[in-house]
């Protein structure tokens, strides 16, 4: 199997790299047969695809197949692992993960390379990129990370097992979904790059990368989310995003990303901004790059990171490769990304786009400067310092503010130049809802002026709300006008409004989950921990719980033998539940694992900690959390996916409007998109 | 006297809330606050109040260490600078705002005011860039007007 695993990846490098020149050869070539030439590259890149799955079910049947010949499977599986975790072994090492990358790639090309008839042309150039990319890959787990490296010596009954903080059922989707993001940011930047080489002429070319990168921010936004929530269930100390390194890389693309998705409209509807569009579709893709770099050098320290290797110059080398093609490009063929209209007005649809650009950017930016900071001061002042939480907390937290009052503002005004007293009679109602809520929270008890942490909760929670009515007052005015002119009720009418243009609602439905997002996060400055040794029939308290010892135990299973506390939870003297905080010590790895307890609702989640047996007493020593409002992070990430879904369906056909429904109906959409 | 009365009520309310954000700031408050500004140096890249590893060489006793200090009636700023001394620049979770470290701070926000300065200044260049006079514009023809009006539809969604 190892061999065969090896021949595939050897023979994935050799269709990739055919399908690179040959394409490049046909587009540079005018005679009968470019076009032949063309097509035998098109079908290289879709045999790449089978190469390299051969090479990935290679290493995945030597997992299950326990062949700890192969180095990476004895250093990531072990004979008793689960099946669904040796399936996750394929990415859960340097060298499997990157294979698992090229395989992702090779996936996403051959849905290019079969949908080819779209266009032709740019499908070609697309492709020809790709095929680039693809090799990059192949290259690394061909010759510097290989994935079938064989072990030396005798060989090892058993492996050392997979690192158990990713025995976990999240790990077995995170990764995947994270990879779809990162990789999936190959596809729109190819397009990019092929319409600027070939000086693309026409919209359409916008519309594809930006559907592209729609579904790979859906999945990225899923990878990221889910890495949250497994941070939450499996590291056991309470939170969901630290700011780790690793989790800020996966960041930095998304917020790009989500800033290209707004900035595209300028393009698609006033054909501006074409120059800035390329370069974010551009940066997108570097920081994918960028991000597996600081995962994989070792430049950054982390608890996710792999284990530091020399492929850290590949990438460097890698990105600058890319970068010097971007601006190669870029200066040949600029002429062609001339804007049709320029900025009109600072209040105005075009202006709130671009603020909300400016703003995600510098959130970007603020990211990446806390993430080399440490690497900045010990190159300048030989003193390594911390750039932690509080540092990214106390920074972006305002930004993320200005975000969401933008995120108000942009739906309410109009293209080219909004009057004040437009602004002022939509943003009326939602401003009064607000205000209310605020002077509702104080009123219940919330003190702004006490922390700075209560004074960001109230103030995000305020312009979530404004946020939410904003998008309740767009789905509510556009169905009246549907509703008045085909006598549906006014909930048929939203549905038949989001159906007609799904972008636009879509996009409102993930504004509103980000929202629902935001106002989980801000319950986190409301958290309550305690933490107490707990005997037989021991109580603590926290918040209206109490928690009641009934037993610990241990257990011992082949894969890990675990201790393991019983604890039952009353609410004001009333029972709840009763609930289990584990802790697992994996045999293979000898390492130790956290299995949190947590009871979710949509008030806050009551999470429990085993955090070991006292030495001296051999009693348990329990870590209760009292997280406000997480299940609402979760929620508004799923609505969050499916306004991205919503977003992504076709049109439904326009209702024929009568002879005055035009004006009215110009009246409700003077917003625009 | 009526902006010395503004002034005066400013001073009162800001000593209000600085006292407000002062009440109750008892030991544990202070433990908690000076807790989460400290990092535990085994390498796990955690909180100090937050990391969870069983058998940490580190996390328990600095937690004693910091526990003994504020009984003792350190200050916040002496705890810590001990904390400095012992384990190096490191076990701060973030930079000072000294020196060097005063740009990880200054950076974004400059990089925030810049951006919206240059957003700004650009529009108004743009905005008061003159057009060409309307008198010399011919007459749209019907065809430019269907563009007009398919570019209108374009931008309304209807």
């Given at each position: 199997?190892?061999?065969?695993?090896?021949?595939?990846?050897l023979?994935?490098?050799?269709?990739?790299?055919?399908?690179?020149l040959?394409?490049i050869?046909?587009?540079f070539?005018?005679?009968?047969?470019?076009?032949?030439?063309?097509?035998?590259?098109r079908?290289a890149?879709?045999a790449t695809?089978?190469?390299?799955?051969?090479?990935?079910?290679?290493?995945v049947?030597?997992?299950?197949q326990?062949d700890f010949?192969?180095a990476?499977?004895?250093?990531?599986?072990n004979?008793?692992?689960?099946a669904?975790?040796k399936?996750?072994?394929?990415?859960?090492?340097?060298?499997?993960?990157l294979?698992?990358?090229?395989?992702?790639?090779?996936a996403?090309?051959l849905?290019?390379?079969?949908?080819?008839?779209?266009?032709p042309?740019?499908f070609?150039?697309?492709?020809?990129?790709l095929a680039?990319?693809?090799?990059?890959?192949?290259?690394?787990?061909?010759f510097?990370?290989?994935?079938?490296?064989?072990?030396q010596?005798?060989?090892?009954?058993d492996?050392?097992g997979?690192?158990?903080?990713?025995?976990?059922?999240?790990?077995?989707?995170?990764?995947?979904?994270?990879?779809?993001?990162?990789?999936?940011?190959?596809?729109?930047f190819?397009?990019a790059?092929?319409?600027?080489?070939?000086?693309?002429?026409g919209?359409?070319?916008?519309?594809?990368?930006?559907?592209?990168t729609m579904v790979?921010?859906g999945?990225?936004?899923?990878?990221?989310?889910?890495?949250?929530?497994?941070?939450?269930?499996?590291?056991?100390?309470?939170?969901?995003?630290?700011?780790?390194?690793?989790?800020?890389?996966?960041?930095m693309?998304?917020?790009?990303?989500?800033?290209?998705?707004?900035?595209?409209?300028?393009?698609?509807?006033?054909?501006?901004l074409?120059?800035w569009?390329?370069?974010?579709?551009f940066?997108t893709f570097?920081?994918?790059?960028?991000?597996?770099?600081?995962?994989r050098?070792?430049v950054v320290?982390s608890?996710h990171a792999f284990?530091?290797s020399?492929?850290?110059t590949w990438?460097?080398?890698f990105?600058?490769?890319i970068?010097?093609?971007?601006t190669f490009?870029?200066?040949?063929?600029?002429?062609h990304?001339?804007?049709?209209?320029?900025?009109?007005?600072?209040?105005?649809?075009?202006s709130s786009?671009v603020f909300n650009?400016?703003i995600?950017?510098?959130?970007?930016f603020?990211?990446?400067?806390?993430t080399l900071?440490?690497?900045?001061?010990?190159w300048?002042?030989?003193t390594k310092?911390?750039?932690?939480?509080p540092?990214?907390?106390?920074?972006n937290?305002?930004?993320?503010?200005?975000l969401l009052?933008?995120t108000?503002?942009?739906?309410?005004?109009?293209?080219r130049?909004t009057?004040?007293?437009?602004l002022r009679?939509n943003?009326?109602i939602?401003?009064?809802?607000?205000?209310?809520v605020?002077?509702l929270?104080i009123?219940?008890g919330l003190r702004?002026w006490?922390?700075?942490s209560?004074?960001?909760?109230l103030m995000t929670?305020?312009?979530?709300?404004?946020?939410?009515?904003?998008?309740?007052?767009?789905?509510?005015?556009?169905?009246l006008v549907?509703?008045?002119?085909?006598?549906?009720?006014l909930?048929?009418?939203?549905g038949h409004?989001?159906?007609?243009?799904?972008r636009?609602?879509g996009g409102?439905?993930?504004?509103?989950?980000?929202?629902?997002?935001?106002i989980?996060?801000?319950?986190?400055a409301?958290n309550?921990?305690?933490?107490?040794e707990?005997?037989y029939?021991?109580?603590?308290?926290?918040?209206?719980?109490t928690?009641t010892?009934?037993?610990y135990?241990?257990?011992?299973?082949?894969?890990?033998?675990?201790?393991?506390?019983?604890?039952?939870?009353?609410?004001?003297?009333?029972?709840?539940a009763?609930?289990?905080?584990?802790?697992?010590?994996y045999k293979?790895?000898?390492?130790?694992?956290t299995m949190?307890?947590?009871?979710?609702t949509?008030?806050?989640?009551?999470?429990?900690?085993?955090?070991?047996?006292?030495?001296d007493?051999?009693?348990?020593?329990?870590?209760?959390?009292?997280?406000p409002?997480v299940m609402?992070i979760w929620v508004?990430v799923?609505i969050?996916?499916?306004?991205?879904?919503?977003?992504?369906?076709?049109?439904?056909?326009?209702?024929?409007?009568t002879?005055?429904?035009?004006?009215?109906?110009?009246?409700?959409?003077e917003?625009?998109? | 006297?009526?902006?010395?009365?503004k002034?005066r009520?400013l001073q009162?309310?800001?000593?209000c809330?600085a006292?407000?954000?002062l009440?109750?700031?008892g030991?544990?408050?202070?433990?908690n606050?000076v807790?989460?500004?400290?990092?535990c140096?085994?390498?796990?890249?955690q909180?100090?109040l937050e990391?969870?590893?069983?058998?940490?060489?580190y996390?328990?006793?600095?937690?004693?260490e910091?526990?003994?200090a504020?009984s003792?009636?350190d200050?916040?700023?002496?705890?810590t600078q001990a904390?400095?001394q012992?384990?190096?620049a490191?076990?701060?979770?973030?930079?000072?705002?000294?020196?060097?470290?005063?740009?990880?701070?200054i950076?974004?926000f400059?990089?925030l005011?810049?951006?919206?300065?240059?957003?700004?200044?650009?529009?108004?260049t743009?905005?008061?860039?003159?057009?060409?006079?309307?008198?010399?514009?011919p007459?749209?023809?019907?065809?430019?007007?269907?563009?007009?009006?398919?570019?209108?539809?374009?931008?309304?969604?209807?």
């Amino acid at each position: 199997m190892p061999q065969l695993g090896s021949f595939s990846l050897l023979l994935a490098l050799a269709l990739s790299l055919y399908c690179f020149l040959a394409g490049i050869l046909a587009l540079f070539r005018h005679d009968a047969n470019a076009d032949r030439l063309g097509e035998t590259a098109r079908r290289a890149g879709v045999a790449t695809f089978f190469a390299v799955t051969l090479a990935a079910l290679a290493l995945v049947t030597a997992a299950f197949q326990n062949d700890f010949s192969v180095a990476y499977i004895f250093h990531h599986s072990n004979r008793d692992l689960p099946a669904a975790y040796k399936f996750a072994a394929l990415w859960s090492g340097q060298e499997g993960s990157l294979l698992f990358w090229s395989f992702l790639l090779a996936a996403y090309g051959l849905v290019l390379r079969l949908r080819h008839k779209v266009d032709p042309r740019l499908f070609a150039y697309a492709s020809v990129i790709l095929a680039g990319v693809q090799i990059f890959f192949l290259l690394l787990v061909n010759f510097a990370a290989h994935p079938f490296a064989m072990m030396q010596g005798t060989l090892p009954d058993d492996g050392n097992g997979l690192n158990p903080l990713l025995q976990y059922p999240e790990m077995v989707i995170h990764p995947p979904m994270l990879y779809l993001g990162y990789v999936g940011f190959t596809v729109p930047f190819a397009f990019a790059l092929g319409a600027l080489a070939m000086r693309y002429h026409g919209d359409k070319w916008i519309h594809i990368t930006r559907r592209w990168t729609m579904v790979t921010w859906g999945f990225l936004t899923c990878g990221i989310f889910l890495g949250a929530h497994w941070a939450y269930s499996v590291l056991g100390w309470g939170g969901y995003w630290a700011w780790d390194p690793v989790k800020n890389a996966s960041l930095m693309p998304w917020l790009t990303g989500t800033a290209f998705l707004h900035s595209v409209m300028m393009q698609e509807k006033r054909g501006m901004l074409k120059v800035w569009n390329m370069w974010l579709i551009f940066a997108t893709f570097m920081l994918s790059i960028f991000g597996t770099f600081l995962t994989r050098s070792g430049v950054v320290s982390s608890v996710h990171a792999f284990a530091q290797s020399s492929i850290g110059t590949w990438f460097l080398v890698f990105l600058a490769i890319i970068l010097a093609a971007c601006t190669f490009f870029f200066v040949r063929n600029r002429s062609h990304l001339k804007s049709e209209h320029k900025l009109e007005s600072l209040v105005s649809r075009e202006s709130s786009f671009v603020f909300n650009n400016l703003i995600l950017l510098v959130a970007c930016f603020t990211v990446l400067w806390g993430t080399l900071f440490p690497v900045l001061s010990e190159w300048i002042q030989g003193t390594k310092v911390t750039v932690g939480p509080p540092f990214f907390n106390r920074v972006n937290i305002p930004v993320a503010l200005l975000l969401l009052l933008l995120t108000a503002l942009g739906p309410l005004l109009a293209w080219r130049r909004t009057s004040i007293e437009s602004l002022r009679r939509n943003f009326s109602i939602p401003a009064f809802a607000a205000l209310a809520v605020g002077v509702l929270l104080i009123a219940f008890g919330l003190r702004p002026w006490r922390t700075p942490s209560a004074f960001y909760a109230l103030m995000t929670i305020c312009l979530s709300v404004l946020v939410a009515v904003t998008v309740f007052s767009e789905f509510i005015r556009g169905g009246l006008v549907i509703a008045r002119h085909t006598g549906q009720n006014l909930f048929s009418s939203m549905g038949h409004l989001a159906h007609r243009n799904t972008r636009r609602y879509g996009g409102y439905i993930v504004h509103f989950g980000v929202v629902v997002v935001m106002i989980g996060l801000a319950g986190s400055a409301f958290n309550q921990d305690r933490e107490k040794e707990l005997g037989y029939g021991d109580q603590m308290n926290i918040g209206d719980y109490t928690l009641t010892c009934r037993s610990y135990t241990q257990d011992d299973r082949p894969n890990y033998r675990s201790e393991w506390a019983i604890i039952d939870v009353s609410k004001n003297g009333k029972p709840l539940a009763t609930m289990f905080p584990e802790r697992r010590f994996y045999k293979a790895s000898q390492q130790m694992a956290t299995m949190v307890a947590n009871r979710s609702t949509v008030k806050e989640d009551l999470y429990l900690v085993y955090e070991g047996l006292n030495q001296d007493t051999a009693r348990p020593i329990i870590k209760a959390h009292l997280n406000p409002l997480v299940m609402w992070i979760w929620v508004g990430v799923l609505i969050m996916v499916i306004g991205t879904v919503i977003g992504l369906l076709p049109n439904a056909a326009p209702v024929r409007l009568t002879a005055s429904a035009p004006v009215r109906a110009a009246a409700v959409m003077e917003a625009g998109d | 006297m009526l902006s010395f009365l503004k002034y005066r009520v400013l001073q009162v309310v800001a000593l209000c809330v600085a006292i407000f954000g002062l009440m109750g700031a008892g030991d544990d408050a202070r433990f908690n606050a000076v807790g989460h500004k400290l990092m535990c140096v085994c390498g796990c890249n955690q909180i100090l109040l937050e990391c969870n590893h069983v058998g940490c060489t580190y996390s328990d006793r600095m937690r004693n260490e910091l526990s003994a200090a504020l009984s003792r009636g350190d200050s916040d700023d002496l705890a810590t600078q001990a904390f400095v001394q012992k384990y190096g620049a490191i076990v701060l979770a973030a930079p000072t705002g000294t020196g060097f470290n005063r740009l990880a701070w200054i950076t974004p926000f400059a990089a925030l005011f810049i951006g919206l300065a240059s957003v700004v200044l650009v529009v108004r260049t743009w905005r008061n860039r003159p057009g060409a006079p309307a008198a010399t514009l011919p007459a749209t023809p019907a065809a430019a007007l269907e563009h007009f009006r398919e570019e209108a539809r374009k931008e309304t969604d209807l």
